[in-house]
């Protein structure tokens, strides 16, 4: 009996299970030799609690609320059935929902121990702690030298691999080792252990979550909202790195980097840095003004260029001080960077074409034709009317034609259409190097060759639209920074990972072509703020350190190489190649239907990848991403393929 309550305890009456020794009066005397000889026979532990006392515990709490309504129906005068009856029903109904403790007196040593033994395994995760790791380890001197050698093998190895792969130009003649340590928010990916596996995952086969099937049964708030937007049932409220969490507390690992924009992840604390320390300064005074960091962004933007390669600059070029040759023009977004793209070269075509004919091109005698713009099938530039214009999909151009006249439609990689395609008439081509929401579609280096020389023959401007597959996305700076100069363009937009989710864009174009503007030819109210050049100067400098860019070519390899198991495993429903480079990869489908359907599965096993073009699967992840997301990535694409 426990406090005449029937139950017995399983340590005896009225004990709490532990035995403890009064030894507070006379302590005996303990040498330094001794006591350390004590902590290497028995580092000092955490005391696990007794679950049975616990448990004990809690039914003893059943019982005093069943003796309650037992001395409660006696007093009412009730048959000694009813009372049992009722008391019984009573003990079944709370030993079924039997509560967890949730007040700890001082002598609850149990509950306590319970608490903290919870208490240190969050800390363990917060810390990033070894999920092999052992209590008092740390005292154990042979386990400590044992690891000390295996993390000295792993850097060498690590450092191995960085040398390898860093060329000497980019690094400026410093090692490995002294880059690494001036950088330590860089983490460096050990490929000692990377080993694809030889069959399909199938530990996702069974779905994570389960979402609501309709806006009806939706949690989603209703919100006045212009419903242009066709999003799952749930509402995201915060991220972590490459992870993020809805309102419902369930977790998802983001392998869309918010659609090629989160470069560095979510809530990224440089990032957030910065925009408490600028914040805090200045965030808006218009370009009526000038500020602090558009400048220290464009003339970053321009040095890295040159030295990296694009825009006629070879890799490898040493750069002018200040860093010359290059302009920037800063905009809130892709489709604005785009916008002012066409615009730069609508003007540059008609002063062309007024040195040719020896005519101002607004005289009134002046027929001024050069006013066409050239594009690609499967592109997309942006939404707005003129970058819709150049966005060859008749879902998205339809409803709103008619549309900016005088645009031409080719096909990319197609060398045999350029004479016709591109004229006399001609005053811009717009190219993505790689086709990002069209189906990662990559233009091959000679057909840009081909380009560009017809470019120079008719006197075009060539744009690159770098959006979604530039400043590191393709494992260069640019994706044509490592094409020949042959190949390059006059200008390029940029927007998406620029200030990893800050609104910012960008042009980037040549002296020969941004001579042609002048003060009042264009123009905008938030482009080049404090605060969005102040952030894509952090980003930029991170995101274009030798061993970052190490660490997305390895990254990238390995994710290929998974990828590519994928189209072996599933040929009846995968493409033979994986598309792409770099961190824009897609995998194609032989049916159109299924990249929906993979997107949704993976979804609900707590993974998002996006669609691209008509029958493709899109990963655009985080650029700092490592092995073990990309095998969760992969590990749910193979589940959700097997169940397709």
């Not at 799952?232 to 992870?243: A, D, I």
């Not at 190949?487 to 800050?502: I, Q, S």
């Not at 503007?517 to 894509?536: E, K, Q, V």
Request: contains cysteine.
């Amino acid at each position: 009996m426990y406090n005449g309550i029937g139950l017995t305890t399983p340590r005896g009456s009225g004990t709490n299970g532990y035995v403890v020794r009064n030894i507070s009066a006379l302590r005996s005397y303990q040498s330094p030799q001794d006591r350390q000889a004590a902590w290497e026979a028995a580092p000092p532990k955490h005391r696990e609690p007794d679950e049975a006392i616990l448990e004990h515990e809690r039914k003893r709490k059943v019982e005093v609320k069943c003796l309650e309504l037992q001395l409660e129906l006696e007093e009412k005068g009730l048959d000694e059935a009813d009372i049992e009856e009722q008391v019984s029903a009573l003990r079944t109904k709370l030993l079924a929902a039997l509560p967890q403790p949730s007040t700890k007196k001082p002598t609850d040593t149990h509950a306590m121990a319970a608490a903290k033994k919870i208490e240190l395994s969050k800390m363990a995760r917060a810390l990033g702690t070894r999920a092999d790791y052992q209590e008092g380890e740390a005292f154990d001197r042979e386990k400590q030298e044992e690891l000390r050698l295996k993390r000295a093998a792993e850097r060498e190895e690590r450092e191995r691999a960085t040398t390898a792969l860093i060329p000497a130009t980019i690094c400026g003649g410093k090692t490995p080792r002294s880059l690494i340590g001036r950088l330590p928010h860089v983490r460096l990916l050990s490929t000692t252990q990377w080993t694809s596996p030889t069959s399909p995952s199938t530990k996702y086969v069974n779905p994570s979550y389960t979402f609501a099937a309709s806006a009806e049964q939706s949690k989603v708030p209703k919100a006045p909202l212009l419903p242009v937007y066709a999003c799952p049932e749930f509402v995201l409220s915060h991220g972590k790195g490459s992870y993020v969490w809805d309102t419902e507390g369930r977790k998802y690992l983001d392998f869309t980097a918010g659609i090629a924009v989160n470069a560095l992840g979510h809530a990224d604390e440089g990032v957030l840095k910065v925009i408490n320390e600028q914040a805090a300064k200045i965030i808006h005074a218009s370009n009526v003004y000038h500020n602090e960091w558009a400048p220290q962004l464009a003339s970053l933007l321009v040095a890295t260029t040159q030295r990296e390669g694009g825009l006629g600059f070879a890799s490898g070029h040493q750069s002018t001080s200040p860093p010359g040759g290059l302009q920037v023009f800063f905009s809130n977004s892709g489709t604005e960077a785009n916008e002012g793209a066409l615009k730069i070269a609508r003007k540059v075509g008609k002063e062309r074409w007024s040195l040719k004919h020896n005519k101002a091109w607004n005289a009134p005698d002046a027929e001024c034709t050069k006013t066409k713009i050239v594009c690609f099938e499967n592109a997309f530039h942006g939404r707005s009317m003129g970058a819709l214009s150049v966005t060859t999909n008749p879902k998205y151009q339809a409803p709103f034609a008619p549309l900016l006249p005088g645009v031409t439609v080719g096909e990319l990689n197609d060398a045999q259409a350029l004479d016709t395609l591109v004229t006399e008439d001609t005053c811009a081509v717009i190219v993505e190097p790689v086709q990002g929401e069209g189906g990662i579609h990559p233009a091959l280096t000679e057909w840009l060759i081909q380009l560009r020389k017809k470019c120079n023959e008719v006197g075009a401007v060539l744009i690159f639209d770098e959006i979604q597959c530039g400043l590191y996305r393709t494992g260069t700076l640019w994706a044509h920074s490592s094409l020949p100069v042959e190949a390059h363009p006059d200008m390029l937009t940029m927007a998406k990972p620029l200030a990893n989710g800050y609104p910012i864009g960008a042009i980037l174009l040549r002296d020969s072509v941004g001579t042609t503007m002048t003060p009042g030819t264009h123009g905008t109210t938030f482009g080049g703020s404090p605060l969005a050049c102040a952030i894509g100067y952090h980003v930029l400098s991170r995101l274009s350190d030798p061993v970052m860019v190490s660490q997305i070519q390895s990254i990238s390899a390995y994710l290929i190489q998974r990828l590519q198991l994928l189209t072996e495993w599933f040929p009846q429903h995968l493409e033979p190649t994986v598309r792409g480079r770099g961190l824009i990869l897609g995998l194609g489908f032989k049916d159109p239907e299924a990249p929906a359907k993979v997107m949704a599965l993976a979804r609900e096993r707590g993974v998002f990848v996006l669609t691209a073009g008509k029958n493709a699967v899109r990963l655009v992840p985080s650029l700092n991403i490592g092995k073990g997301e990309v095998d969760l990535a992969v590990d749910v694409l193979e589940s959700s393929l097997a169940v397709l």
